[in-house]
C-alpha cells in the first residue's frame, strides 16, 4: 500500500480558501495544511510524483466562471503560474480531472445544466 496521499478541501471557517494536506496511510496529516488560494471549487488528480490541481478562480453567485489547472510541488504550493482552461460567463459546473500518461483531461459542463459537455487534453511535460 502507498505510503501518502494529497488532499485538497474547501474551509468555509474564519480563514476560508483552498487547502492542500499530505496524509499518511493512517490519514494522519503529515505535511500542511497549506493555503493554496480563495478559490471555492478544487479537483486534485495525482499520479506517481506528479499533482495537479483544478480550481475555479472567479464566481458569479455559487457557479465557477472559469478554470485553471496548476502543478503543485511536493510541498504543495504551485510550481508555476496556472494555465487557463476556460472561461464562461454562464458558468463552468460537474468539472472532472484525471492524468493519463503526461496529459491532464479536464471536462465540464458549461452554460449551466442544460449546457455543453466540454473537454481538454493538457501536456504537463
Excluded at 44 to 65: N, Y
Excluded at 69 to 77: F, H, I, K, V, Y
Amino acid at each position: 500500500m502507498g505510503g501518502k496521499i494529497h488532499v485538497t478541501y474547501n474551509e468555509l471557517g474564519a480563514t476560508p480558501g483552498v487547502y492542500w494536506a499530505e496524509l499518511d496511510r493512517t490519514g494522519a496529516v503529515v505535511l500542511g495544511p497549506r493555503r493554496l488560494s480563495d478559490y471555492r471549487l478544487t479537483t486534485l488528480a495525482g499520479l506517481a510524483a506528479q499533482t495537479v490541481v483544478l480550481s475555479g478562480p472567479t464566481f458569479t453567485g455559487d457557479t465557477a466562471t472559469a478554470l485553471e489547472l496548476s502543478r503543485l510541488g511536493s510541498d504543495g504550493p504551485a510550481q508555476e503560474t496556472p494555465v487557463m482552461i476556460a472561461r464562461d460567463p454562464r458558468g463552468t459546473e460537474f468539472v472532472s480531472l484525471v492524468l493519463l500518461g503526461g496529459d491532464a483531461i479536464v471536462t465540464w459542463l458549461t452554460g449551466g445544466c442544460l449546457g455543453t459537455i466540454e473537454i481538454a487534453r493538457i501536456a504537463l511535460r
